[in-house]
């Protein structure tokens, strides 16, 4: 087993160091883990601050990157002997022209991983209900598709990220605003979509933390996995989301299965960068 989306406490949203996530992770028999801390860089939002040994400092310091990448490294080196494979990833907050806000040195680092997500629009977020329902407020569910798909396509285009991130996340207070709509909005975009990652080498991942939430499918849908991959995208990989050492691998096995029940494919490896190979 495997889990290619964690986030240890430099996120201020998480809780737990490098070492007790690696813990966890060999207590649940889990393989290989990517730590994706969260990148924010909108400066229009309070988000753009990472956690560094207990003080907390803004994404764009060079500091926290040759930190994080240290502490990883060497985590690394440590729990090879245990046989858990450690990756150096991040998750990638993109919005429109978010390229231009990359920390200094940030595209010097050599990455195994790097996940995009969209979780703004105009600067709000989508995955918390208030800011989520003033966005929403603001346009049809084929307004909010078109912008939320554009970011996407545009930052493909830039070869800067590997793997999107919860491609539905809009899912989430999306229902209760539109209704049953939110989960076809996607449909009109599939086909751009799929022509631009598999242009750009991009994958994408599924996201089982909306299980934990309570809901029916993981991030994206199970509709929308088989629409990606009958179009000939086939580099996913699968990751919990954890905030927490506790949630370390959970629900990757379900993941996992329906991926190969639903379209009989294997999940991908990343190691710098670069899918090596799928299991
Ligand atoms: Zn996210
Ligand atoms: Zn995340």
Same mark, same amino acid.
Request: contains cysteine; proline residues 3%.
């Given at each position: 087993m495997f889990d290619y989306h964690i986030h240890p406490n430099?996120?201020?949203?998480a809780d737990g160091s490098i070492d007790d996530f690696c813990l966890a992770a060999i207590t649940k028999g889990v393989k290989e883990i990517a730590f994706t801390t969260h990148l924010d860089?909108? %400066?229009?939002?309070?988000?753009c601050i990472v956690r560094v040994k207990d003080e907390i400092i803004d994404v764009r310091s060079k500091v926290w990157i040759e930190d994080y990448e240290d502490a990883i490294r060497t985590a690394a080196d440590k729990y090879r002997n245990e046989n858990l494979v450690v990756l150096l990833g991040v998750e990638l907050d993109i919005y429109p022209r978010v390229i231009e806000s990359l920390p200094e040195g940030f595209l010097d680092v050599e990455w195994d991983l790097i996940i995009g997500s969209v979780h703004l629009i105009d600067h709000q977020a989508i995955s918390l209900k208030n800011e989520a329902e003033s966005i929403f407020s603001k346009y049809s569910v084929e307004e909010l598709g078109e912008k939320y798909f554009s970011i996407l396509l545009d930052t493909i285009?830039?070869?800067?990220?590997?793997i999107l991130g919860?491609?539905?996340?809009? %899912?989430r207070f999306g229902e209760d605003f539109y209704g049953f709509q939110i989960h076809e909005l996607w449909r009109p975009h599939i086909d751009e979509l799929a022509d631009r990652m598999k242009k750009y080498n991009v994958g994408f991942e599924i996201n089982t933390s909306s299980w934990r939430k309570g809901?029916?499918?993981?991030?994206?849908?199970t509709d929308f996995i088989k629409a990606l991959v009958n179009r000939g995208v086939k580099t996913i990989t699968v990751g919990s989301?954890?905030?927490?050492?506790?949630?370390?691998?959970?629900?990757v096995d379900r993941a996992l299965n329906l991926l190969w029940s639903s379209c009989g494919v294997q999940p991908s490896r990343f190691q710098k960068g670069k899918k090596v190979i799928n299991r």
């Amino acid at each position: 087993m495997f889990d290619y989306h964690i986030h240890p406490n430099y996120s201020i949203d998480a809780d737990g160091s490098i070492d007790d996530f690696c813990l966890a992770a060999i207590t649940k028999g889990v393989k290989e883990i990517a730590f994706t801390t969260h990148l924010d860089t909108d %400066r229009k939002t309070e988000d753009c601050i990472v956690r560094v040994k207990d003080e907390i400092i803004d994404v764009r310091s060079k500091v926290w990157i040759e930190d994080y990448e240290d502490a990883i490294r060497t985590a690394a080196d440590k729990y090879r002997n245990e046989n858990l494979v450690v990756l150096l990833g991040v998750e990638l907050d993109i919005y429109p022209r978010v390229i231009e806000s990359l920390p200094e040195g940030f595209l010097d680092v050599e990455w195994d991983l790097i996940i995009g997500s969209v979780h703004l629009i105009d600067h709000q977020a989508i995955s918390l209900k208030n800011e989520a329902e003033s966005i929403f407020s603001k346009y049809s569910v084929e307004e909010l598709g078109e912008k939320y798909f554009s970011i996407l396509l545009d930052t493909i285009e830039t070869s800067v990220i590997n793997i999107l991130g919860h491609l539905d996340l809009y %899912r989430r207070f999306g229902e209760d605003f539109y209704g049953f709509q939110i989960h076809e909005l996607w449909r009109p975009h599939i086909d751009e979509l799929a022509d631009r990652m598999k242009k750009y080498n991009v994958g994408f991942e599924i996201n089982t933390s909306s299980w934990r939430k309570g809901q029916q499918e993981p991030l994206p849908s199970t509709d929308f996995i088989k629409a990606l991959v009958n179009r000939g995208v086939k580099t996913i990989t699968v990751g919990s989301d954890a905030h927490t050492p506790n949630d370390v691998g959970a629900d990757v096995d379900r993941a996992l299965n329906l991926l190969w029940s639903s379209c009989g494919v294997q999940p991908s490896r990343f190691q710098k960068g670069k899918k090596v190979i799928n299991r």
